[in-house]
């Protein structure tokens, strides 16, 4: 099966700076590439996604890349801000099933 | 449009005792799916229901674990049972497509369980 691994696992940043949070894949038929913001004892949110047919999306703040050949994506957030603080996780999807990743833990520090 | 439902918020039973969650998915979507979630990791999944049909159990431990979505809607998790290690929140998601088409997951509060 798919093997998501995700990186860095806690990423600490000043309020403004850039934050990027790195996952690899290993199954080349994914082509789905979700991205969660999980808020302390909330559910994870979906912010932002790729398919495996577009190299880059940008949402405002956000934007995640794609590179299939060497197969990992990215999520960028620029301008960061406290309300940024939560953990992230990057998923992959192979068939019917998703994969995750274990998860990024960023503070913002303002 | 109302999110997934899930109950209850919180669980704490003794090992060895049964517990069982419920959810209910954003209507009209097909697809369902139960994760656990371990402290400090991604949502594994447990058991994937394309409408009343498992599409994927392969990780869930059947010989503790089970689950039943029988009219295509509302699904129950239950452990019976319950082990220590069995400590976690378990995350109920939704989606609205069938097979490959699949995409977008709406994940429910889930259930934090706390087995003493």
Do not use: M
């Not at chain 1, 038929?29 to 004892?41: I, R, V």
């Not at chain 1, 197969?71 to 995750?100: M, R, W």
């Not at chain 2, 109950?7 to 954003?26: D, L, M």
């Not at chain 2, 995350?91 to 003493?116: D, E, K, P």
């Amino acid at each position: 099966g798919e093997n998501v691994e995700q990186h860095p696992s806690t990423l600490s940043v000043q309020e403004g700076d850039s934050a990027v949070i790195k996952c690899t894949y290993s199954d080349s038929a994914s082509n789905y590439f979700p991205w969660y913001k999980q808020e302390l004892g909330k559910r994870p949110q979906l912010i932002i996604d790729i398919r495996s047919n577009v190299g880059e999306k940008k949402d405002q703040r956000i934007a995640v890349t794609l590179n299939k050949t060497a197969k990992h994506f990215s999520l960028h957030i620029t301008e960061t801000q406290p309300e940024d603080s939560a953990v992230y996780f990057c998923a992959a999807k192979g068939g019917n099933q998703f994969y995750f990743g274990t998860g990024t833990s960023l503070t913002v520090i303002p | 449009e109302a999110g997934v439902a899930q109950s209850p918020r919180y669980k704490i039973i003794e090992k060895r005792q049964s517990v069982a969650f419920w959810c209910n998915p954003i209507s009209g979507h097909a697809t369902l799916y139960w994760y656990q979630q371990i402290l400090g990791q991604g949502p594994k999944l447990l058991i994937q229901f394309q409408n009343n049909g498992v599409v994927d159990d392969s990780q869930l431990p059947k010989d503790r674990f089970s689950a039943e979505r029988l009219k295509g809607v509302d699904s129950t998790l239950k452990i019976q049972p319950a082990k220590l290690e069995d400590s976690a929140v378990y995350l109920c998601a939704s989606s609205v497509g069938q097979g490959v088409l699949v995409n977008i997951q709406y994940f429910g509060a889930g259930t934090r369980l706390s087995v003493l």
